[in-house]
């Protein structure tokens, strides 16, 4: 069965500075996606960025990042020049190519001004 | 294009009374996951279903909670004779096929039960 972990249930940063949210998974599968979501005090699911297994560059979207390192099953998500929205509950989760997502149980990050 | 529609939002119930949970996927999308999320924990897979067809329910309770997705309208989570456990946010994600990253979520649906 798949896992995900999130060993850091709290994080925090100076707003402006950069900070690494970890999440390592276990799966026998080859093809697979990995993502990360963010959740605000909303609850909603926003999804933040998504990285393909089968491709070996590191997904980007602006400010978030991630180092993908595919024989160790880790996948952190980088965070540069954290703001203020930027706090939130923090999911990094697992999906085959069909099927249902595995999530982990999450990261608070708080950004202090 | 609208997203995904969940309703209601939030659900008050006492114990012993049914629960239902509506989940409207995003237009073209056939298939709808299920997830609940306990307090201050991450999202638990529940149900996956196609229309007319539950794909895969390992993650559901063995009594009390069924689902069901219709060739018409939306698809249902429905919790019988709910208890104080049951309170949490449930959320439907939808997605267009069986192969497929795409998982576009709702905003959830919070369930309190008194």
């Known amino acids: 069965a798949q896992t995900v972990t999130q060993s850091q249930p709290e994080m925090s940063v100076q707003e402006a500075e950069t900070v690494t949210l970890s999440c390592t998974y276990d799966?026998?599968?080859?093809?697979?996606?990995l993502f990360w979501y963010k959740q605000p005090p909303s609850r909603q699911m926003i999804l933040v960025i998504r990285?393909?297994?089968?491709?070996?560059q590191n997904a980007t979207e602006n400010r978030f990042s991630v180092n993908f390192q595919k024989a160790a099953k880790s996948f952190s998500l980088k965070i540069s020049d954290s703001q203020l929205g930027d706090a939130a509950m923090y999911f990094c989760?697992?999906?085959?190519?069909?099927?249902?997502?595995?999530f982990g149980d999450g990261t608070t990050l708080t950004v202090k001004p | 294009n609208a997203g995904v529609m969940q309703n209601p939002r939030h659900l008050v119930r006492r114990r012993g009374q049914e629960a239902r949970l509506r989940c409207s996927p995003m237009?073209?999308?056939?298939?709808v996951y299920w997830y609940r999320q306990l307090p201050e924990e991450g999202l638990k897979f529940m149900v996956y279903?196609?229309?007319?067809?539950?794909?895969?329910e390992s993650g559901m309770p063995k009594e009390r909670f069924s689902a069901e997705f219709p060739k018409e309208g939306p698809s249902i989570l429905r919790i019988q004779q709910v208890v104080r456990g049951d309170s949490a946010a449930y959320f439907c994600?939808?997605?267009?096929?069986?192969?497929?990253?795409?998982?576009?979520f709702g905003p959830g649906t919070r369930l309190t039960v008194t």
């Open positions: 994600a939808s997605s267009p096929g069986t192969v497929s990253y795409e998982q576009y």
């Open positions: 799966t026998s599968e080859s093809d697979y996606y």
């Open positions: 990285q393909e297994a089968y491709k070996q």
């Open positions: 989760a697992y999906k085959p190519n069909a099927g249902k997502s595995t």
């Open positions: 237009k073209g999308h056939s298939h």
């Open positions: 279903l196609q229309k007319e067809n539950i794909i895969d």
